[in-house]
């Protein structure tokens, strides 16, 4: 080949575009946000800077890895916490390059704590799931009895929320009884114990009604009741389920499972528990309302009567007239016999409910309460004075076994402790020297000598 097709072949050859940093770096910068797009990161908060400016600038970063960030002024103000260094965070955005400097970084548009936010969506994806299963349907709830006999309560039995729903029950409808479910109501173990309950009760169905209740607290107490167990177990339970959990503003998987949801455990108590005031005033609006109608058919009667015996009057009809007054006479008895035996007997309906009511009088448990404080007042006065008596033969027993370990025990028996003069104890005749002098310590008291002669250990004898 000739040097001119080799020159010809070079100028044919495309030739290689040539990029500036500022267009690579702009680039770059395009192929990275259109190529990701909208991305969630997960991770610690650190070297965060807030400049005068507004914006946010700091690192994400886990153990082994770690992205710079810059959040806007605009976007800050929809911060709903105080970021610090060291906490772990969601952040929302778009992955970019800061051309200047080359630097790859995520613009952020929205921060939120890690814990709360995953928690959140975990709670609205179980929420659709379950909702597309037909597990919350409105068909397949069941209606709640009118008049419960044994009302079930599924909740701690140290928590306040019990308390209050007794309170209600109590106050609202002593007729029916209560049974308790304890279980514990925050934590790991809460769901399963949860589950286990419903269980037991659906199996039981000495229950008309059960109330599932917890008082408030934030998502992280309440997410015992966002299981998925729960809910189906919830479902499955053959006695209707009345949820109130937590504060008026707290939605739970529980909530939408639950075949009627109040939005306190006292509200649920409310809600299953008629109200004993407004049926006795319903009682008395109905034998109200009775009286009214027998006074209106009597007044018709009465003014039919009059409209007959005109007629009557008026035609003379002597053995008709003596016919229809014989037949009003006997509706009219009648008439006095119904009213009479309707009074008699809601009267005695009412001496029945009042019967059935006493023996649900508060004053009983109070002084079968009162008895047992006693008991237990003389049970505790018998059980401290044995541990005072034990505590005295104790303190005796040590008073006499430190009188036989004591030194002074050892000086009574003729013994002494030996000093030199700088107080230092003396155990070897090897360490003084004849005219020194030293300090014996007996039992009665202190002596000073001055040391004569010193005998070693082989001029003892």
Same mark, same amino acid.
């Given at each position: 080949?000739?040097?001119?097709?080799?020159?010809?072949?070079?100028?044919?050859? !495309?030739?290689? !575009?040539?990029?500036?940093?500022?267009?690579?770096?702009?680039?770059?910068?395009?192929?990275?946000?259109?190529?990701?797009?909208?991305?969630?990161?997960? &991770?610690?908060?650190?070297?965060?800077?807030?400049?005068?400016?507004?914006?946010?600038?700091?690192?994400?970063?886990? %153990?082994?890895?770690?992205? %710079?960030?810059?959040?806007?002024?605009?976007?800050?103000? *929809?911060?709903?916490?105080?970021?610090?260094?060291?906490?772990?965070? $969601?952040?929302?955005?778009?992955?970019?390059?800061?051309?200047?400097?080359?630097?790859?970084?995520?613009?952020?548009?929205?921060?939120?704590?890690?814990?709360?936010?995953?928690?959140?969506?975990?709670?609205?994806?179980?929420?659709?799931?379950?909702?597309?299963?037909?597990?919350?349907?409105?068909?397949?709830?069941?209606?709640?009895?009118?008049?419960?006999?044994?009302?079930?309560?599924?909740?701690?039995?140290? &928590?306040?929320?019990?308390?209050?729903?007794?309170?209600?029950? &109590?106050?609202?409808? !002593?007729?029916?009884?209560?049974? @308790?479910?304890?279980?514990?109501?925050?934590?790991?173990?809460?769901?399963?114990?949860?589950?286990?309950?419903?269980?037991?009760?659906?199996?039981?169905?000495?229950?008309?009604?059960?109330?599932?209740?917890?008082?408030? *607290?934030?998502?992280?107490?309440?997410?015992?009741?966002?299981?998925?167990?729960?809910?189906?177990?919830? %479902?499955?339970?053959?006695?209707?389920?009345?949820?109130?959990?937590?504060?008026? @503003?707290?939605?739970? @998987?529980?909530?939408?499972?639950?075949?009627?949801?109040?939005?306190?455990?006292?509200?649920?108590?409310?809600?299953?528990?008629?109200?004993?005031?407004?049926?006795?005033?319903?009682?008395?609006?109905? *034998?109200?309302?009775?009286?009214?109608?027998?006074?209106?058919?009597?007044?018709?009667?009465?003014?039919?009567?009059?409209?007959?015996?005109?007629?009557?009057?008026?035609?003379?009809? *002597?053995?008709?007239?003596?016919?229809?007054?014989?037949?009003?006479?006997?509706?009219?008895?009648?008439?006095?016999?119904?009213?009479?035996?309707?009074?008699?007997?809601?009267?005695?309906?009412?001496?029945?409910?009042?019967?059935?009511?006493?023996?649900?009088?508060?004053?009983?448990?109070?002084?079968?309460?009162?008895?047992?404080?006693?008991?237990?007042?003389?049970?505790?006065?018998?059980?401290?004075?044995?541990?005072?008596?034990?505590?005295?033969?104790?303190?005796?027993?040590?008073?006499?076994?430190?009188?036989?370990?004591?030194?002074?025990?050892?000086?009574?028996?003729?013994?002494?402790?030996?000093?030199?003069?700088?107080?230092?104890? $003396?155990?070897?005749?090897?360490?003084?020297?004849?005219?020194?002098? @030293?300090?014996?310590?007996?039992?009665?008291?202190?002596?000073?000598?001055?040391?004569?002669?010193?005998?070693?250990?082989?001029?003892?004898?």
């Amino acid at each position: 080949m000739s040097s001119a097709d080799i020159m010809g072949a070079s100028a044919a050859a !495309p030739t290689p !575009p040539v990029f500036t940093v500022t267009r690579l770096n702009r680039e770059v910068r395009t192929l990275l946000e259109r190529g990701l797009g909208v991305v969630w990161v997960e &991770g610690e908060l650190s070297n965060l800077a807030q400049p005068a400016s507004g914006h946010w600038y700091f690192s994400l970063k886990d %153990r082994e890895a770690q992205v %710079r960030c810059a959040m806007f002024r605009m976007r800050t103000s *929809g911060v709903t916490f105080t970021p610090k260094a060291g906490q772990q965070v $969601l952040a929302r955005g778009r992955v970019s390059l800061y051309e200047p400097r080359g630097d790859y970084q995520l613009i952020v548009e929205h921060l939120e704590e890690a814990g709360v936010g995953a928690l959140q969506r975990e709670f609205e994806r179980l929420k659709a799931k379950l909702a597309a299963e037909g597990l919350f349907a409105r068909e397949a709830k069941r209606a709640l009895p009118r008049f419960p006999r044994r009302i079930g309560v599924v909740t701690s039995p140290t &928590g306040a929320a019990i308390r209050d729903v007794l309170h209600i029950l &109590g106050r609202r409808f !002593p007729p029916a009884a209560v049974r @308790i479910y304890p279980v514990p109501v925050q934590g790991a173990a809460a769901a399963p114990a949860i589950v286990e309950a419903l269980a037991l009760a659906s199996q039981r169905a000495d229950c008309d009604v059960l109330i599932l209740a917890r008082g408030g *607290g934030s998502l992280e107490d309440l997410w015992a009741f966002n299981d998925e167990h729960l809910a189906r177990a919830i %479902r499955a339970c053959t006695v209707p389920v009345v949820s109130g959990v937590g504060h008026e @503003i707290d939605f739970t @998987i529980a909530d939408f499972a639950a075949d009627a949801r109040a939005p306190t455990p006292s509200g649920a108590a409310e809600l299953v528990a008629p109200d004993r005031q407004a049926l006795l005033e319903a009682l008395q609006r109905t *034998g109200a309302r009775i009286g009214a109608t027998m006074n209106r058919e009597l007044r018709a009667a009465a003014a039919r009567f009059e409209a007959a015996s005109a007629r009557l009057t008026r035609a003379d009809p *002597g053995l008709r007239l003596a016919h229809q007054a014989q037949r009003l006479d006997d509706l009219e008895q009648r008439l006095t016999l119904a009213v009479r035996s309707a009074v008699q007997e809601a009267r005695h309906r009412l001496t029945r409910c009042e019967a059935r009511l006493l023996p649900h009088s508060p004053q009983r448990r109070t002084d079968a309460l009162r008895a047992r404080i006693d008991a237990l007042a003389v049970r505790l006065e018998r059980h401290m004075s044995a541990e005072l008596s034990q505590l005295d033969h104790r303190v005796m027993l040590a008073q006499r076994t430190l009188q036989t370990a004591s030194p002074l025990a050892t000086l009574a028996r003729g013994f002494a402790i030996v000093t030199r003069a700088d107080g230092s104890l $003396l155990r070897d005749t090897a360490a003084v020297r004849p005219g020194e002098l @030293i300090e014996a310590r007996v039992a009665s008291g202190r002596l000073q000598a001055q040391v004569g002669r010193v005998f070693g250990p082989e001029e003892e004898g």
